[in-house]
């Protein structure tokens, strides 16, 4: 790819689609799996993100990278039989071996396989720049370099492309650092912050509008114009540092959840004084736990450091009376991603586990450092299974 042939000059449209059906009232049925071997290193799972056009599935894992796996061929069709199919064994097709730490990765929001230069990820990592990379060959782009008052490179601890990709939004320390994403290198506006920014998201539905999440248990709603941030309003409600945040599809929502914090809060910005209701699930380390959004707007999920993955209905405009639960993973679920145009979840899991410093030997042996893809639709069976077992039951 030519120099400066990064993403510059892309302008995308969403996407009209018609939104899936998900059935979160039967068992999720498990498409295809990846284990990382547990060393004494331990390479957990840190996430996973669907790509936007749905086609493959990015994941870090302490220790050993970033890793894209594709969507299996034979899930493309609508007449798969999900009661006889086989469980996939992923296989990553690329793979970026970096090992230092990796606080927080994000798609280009208008990624087409059909469009190479849309294919493209940020990552941001321990004592180094924003990276931007390639996602058919994993080959390093350009970088963004945020610095700080004595000249030494500031990492970023979040990352966050603006809605309509033109923008990167790096959160640090002391301040969060707008790049334009056709321009790499050191130039960029900064806008000064009291905490360090540990989550940032944009708004696809208001246009310009940036939640900025602290490590102070705060979360400051500001609106992006000329390349500059304006204060809007500051949320206060959670218990611990904000980790993940999620807004809803009309915009007028936020969704949050924090470290050590078992409640997710939606806010009303409307409104934006006190929390419009909560959520409850279970979070007990200073882990994230991510939380997604079906692109219908009406199911939100979120996963807990018990393995299991809770799943509300938020199309009314109060606190949903009950959630679905799905025991899916032995240790804890860290990530959640629903695929943007298939009833299909995507889990990973893994933590870290403390050292008995007597015994030298881990404090838990419920070790799953795993990445799943698991079907939320309607299960169409097999005309032949069933026939087999009603043979069985009337020979019997």
């Not at 120099?3 to 449209?13: K, L, P, S």
């Not at 030494?152 to 990167?168: H, N, R, W």
């Not at 334009?180 to 050191?186: C, E, H, L, N, V």
Request: charge should be negative; aromatic fraction near 10%.
């Amino acid at each position: 790819m030519a120099d400066g042939d990064y993403t510059a000059g892309i302008v995308y449209e969403m996407p009209t689609q018609n939104y899936v059906s998900y059935n979160f009232e039967k068992s999720a049925l498990e498409l295809g799996r990846i284990v990382w071997p547990n060393y004494d290193d331990q390479h957990y799972l840190k996430g996973c993100y669907w790509s936007p056009d749905g086609t493959c599935l990015l994941t870090v894992v302490r220790g050993a990278g970033m890793h894209i796996c594709e969507l299996p061929n034979d899930l493309y069709s609508a007449d798969v039989l999900m009661t006889s199919r086989q469980v996939n064994p992923l296989t990553p097709a690329v793979s970026v071996p970096e090992q230092g730490l990796i606080y927080d990765v994000c798609w280009y929001p208008g990624m087409n396989s059909s469009m190479p230069a849309t294919c493209c990820w940020l990552s941001s990592g321990h004592e180094g720049p924003v990276h931007l990379w390639d996602a058919f060959t994993g080959t390093l782009r350009c970088s963004y370099r945020g610095y700080n008052a004595v000249d030494e490179i500031d990492p970023a601890l979040s990352v966050c492309f603006s809605a309509d990709g033109q923008s990167i939004f790096c959160g640090s320390k002391k301040s969060v650092k707008t790049f334009a994403t056709s321009r790499p290198g050191r130039e960029y506006y900064a806008y000064e912050v009291s905490h360090p920014a540990s989550c940032i998201v944009a708004s696809e539905a208001q246009p310009g509008v940036v939640a900025i999440g602290s490590w102070k248990n705060t979360i400051e709603l500001v609106s992006q114009s000329d390349g500059t941030f304006r204060h809007l309003c500051k949320l206060q409600g959670h218990k611990g540092g904000i980790t993940s945040m999620a807004f809803s599809l009309d915009g007028y929502k936020l969704f949050s959840g924090a470290r050590k914090d078992k409640e997710i809060i939606c806010w009303d910005l409307r409104v934006p004084g006190r929390p419009l209701f909560c959520l409850g699930r279970e979070v007990n380390t200073n882990q994230k736990i991510a939380i997604d959004l079906s692109r219908c707007g009406r199911y939100l999920v979120s996963g807990g450091t018990d393995g299991k993955v809770l799943a509300w209905d938020i199309s009314l405009n109060c606190a949903p009376q009950e959630n679905y639960q799905m025991p899916l993973h032995s240790d804890c679920c860290n990530g959640v991603s629903l695929h943007p145009t298939k009833p299909i979840l995507a889990t990973s899991s893994g933590q870290h586990h403390t050292m008995d410093p007597l015994h030298h030997t881990r404090s838990s042996f419920s070790y799953e450092n795993s990445l799943c893809m698991w079907w939320l639709g309607n299960q169409q069976e097999d005309p032949d299974l069933i026939t087999a077992i009603i043979r069985a039951a009337t020979n019997s």
